[in-house]
């Protein structure tokens, strides 16, 4: 979840003993952000803050102007949860809604559902859908990769199951979009644990190259370590690295960043003592394709069919 950008409601500052126009003064000199009426954010952190940690807050605002509890879906559900989104976030939140509710506005997405959500699930103080029920959303709305990416995580972190998924779909048939959703999960694995080695997983695919192996242990003299993707019976590894593995704070948990330089490095040469070729990719070798085409063919990976279109 992204940092919570402090706000601060009429209701909240008049019970603190303020005036309604000493808020209106703060936001017209620049110290507050009016969010939405009644609702405002610290300047500062509304101005430094990432686009999640915006549409989080403007989550919040929508639920602290409500009358009744909101349910919460698609990016906005997936902010609660820890989804990973690819591309621009919305400026609005979204809700679930049923049939007869209001239309959207200016400040709010209402989706209407024929039927309620099966599942809400209270995340931060706030109602969402479920992880699996967001996936599916996000995968019927957002690009192909990005609905693998949820997919992927709601799978692997949440232990949804496949079938579980598979029978949400067949329970929601006919509804627009539905064969965007299943390639979404057929591209998708329980086995990723980030959205990197998802990236890498189709790239496989779009690139022509056979399918890896994940999360394979490599036994070596000093013991056993976990590789991303292996193939040719485990002599081929390649690992996935993000730059947040040595740059973010919560990733390190406390520990200090050249400390797991040096830790990888001697992971990394045991590895390739028992292993005949060993490689790494990050993001934008395995998003733009030929980077990580040509670290694939330099390891020797298996090519089954002609390279295809990039999944974007």
Partial sequence: MPDAIVLTTTAEHAHAGHSRESLVRAARDGELHRVRRGVYADAPGWRDGTPAARLLARVR???AAARHPLVFSHESAAILHDIPLLGALPERPTVAVGPNAPRSNARVRR???AEPPATVETTWGLRATSPMETAIDLAAVRSPLGGAVAFSRVRQHDGVKTEDIEAALAARRPFRSV???ERAL????GACESP???LVLVRCTDLGFAAPEQQVEIDTDRGRYRVDFAWNDRQTVLEA????K???PVMLDGADPTDIVVREKVREDRIRLVTSA????????????DGLERILLRLGVPRVRPRGRLTR
């Fill in 241 to 244: 690295d993000g730059v947040g």
């Fill in 179 to 181: 064969r965007r959703v």
């Fill in 186 to 189: 057929a591209m998708s694995s």
């Fill in 61 to 63: 605002a929508a639920q």
């Fill in 246 to 248: 040595y740059t973010d």
């Fill in 111 to 113: 989706v209407q559902r």
């Fill in 196 to 198: 990197l080695e998802t």
């Fill in 278 to 289: 060993f490689g790494r990719v990050g993001w934008l070798d395995a998003w733009h394709g």
